[in-house]
């Protein structure tokens, strides 16, 4: 059977495009709470009951040896935690500055900060949490447009009054930021939702968790081909293709469906035999 005869269900794990063949896809779910099992393979993530049936869940990026969603999540959110602080060192610097008299030479830019460089190319992965971001825009810039105000006061003789506005701006609009980076955090726990393919390969079912599905679709004709070169040293006997999407033509790695299952039943074969 020709490649191009099946349509192929194409999913994200973090940036990158993978696919499976539908033909052995039963269904995709919302990953439901799973039930853990002891075994040493770290690509298990436990059973969940489908309907009455007890089914193995496998969890794709660790088979890929990516970070878990789960790591990858608190890592975003340790960041955003650092890059809060950042603001709160930046304002203090700020007053210090005023004070003594001396030159401020942190930046004023909001696009130029650690922040502002992380805000203006993150993709959030839902509406809910891209729909927050948007609220830093705002106060972010008024923040950093505070450093040239404040100086400029100072240039004018107006200290005193420079520290007042900063210290009104350390309780109004930093404290604003400050509110809205602990809502960020929160949404990013509470709108992590992974997805589960079940699949179906010669009478054994499993589930595998992945970022999000993409499409179903036939990939490009004729774009299907091993991989070759320094990547094929690379290569892991769970991918060995890759194919092109028909639209955008975004690179999918495809996924060998008999590999997720010979790993499986190494790891715990009486679960997936059950």
């Not at 099992?37 to 088979?63: E, H, K, Q, S, W």
């Not at 930046?107 to 993150?122: E, I, L, R, S, V």
Request: proline share 3%; charged share 30%; aromatic share 6%.
């Amino acid at each position: 059977m020709n490649e191009n005869d099946v349509p192929w269900v194409t999913f994200r794990l973090g940036e990158r495009f993978f696919g499976i063949e539908s033909s052995y896809v039963m269904e995709m779910l919302v990953l439901p709470d799973l039930s853990h099992l002891p075994t040493p393979a770290d690509y298990i993530r436990g059973v969940m009951n489908l309907r009455g049936t007890v089914i193995l869940v496998v969890d794709l990026r660790r088979r890929m040896n990516m970070h878990s969603v789960a790591q990858d999540v608190e890592a975003l959110v340790e960041l955003l935690g650092k890059r809060e602080q950042d603001h709160l060192n930046w304002i203090t610097e700020l007053e210090n500055s005023v004070k003594e008299g001396r030159e401020f030479k942190l930046t004023t830019n909001p696009h130029a900060c650690a922040f502002g460089k992380w805000y203006d190319t993150y993709k959030a992965s839902n509406v809910i949490l891209e729909n927050h971001l948007k609220k830093f825009d705002a106060p972010h810039k008024r923040i950093h447009s505070l450093g040239i105000e404040a100086v400029e006061m100072v240039k004018k003789g107006q200290r005193e009054d420079a520290l007042k506005l900063i210290e009104r701006e350390r309780k109004g609009t930093l404290g604003l930021l400050a509110g809205l980076f602990a809502e960020a955090k929160k949404l990013l726990r509470e709108t992590l939702r992974e997805i589960v393919i079940v699949l179906n390969y010669e009478g054994r079912t499993v589930g595998v968790t992945v970022d999000a599905i993409e499409s179903v679709e036939h990939l490009k004709e004729g774009s299907i081909e091993e991989i070759h070169g320094l990547a094929a040293q690379l290569k892991d006997g769970l991918v060995s293709m890759t194919g092109k999407t028909q639209k955008g033509e975004k690179i999918v790695m495809l996924v060998n469906t008999g590999e997720v299952f010979k790993d499986t039943v190494a790891a715990l074969p009486e679960a997936v035999n059950a």
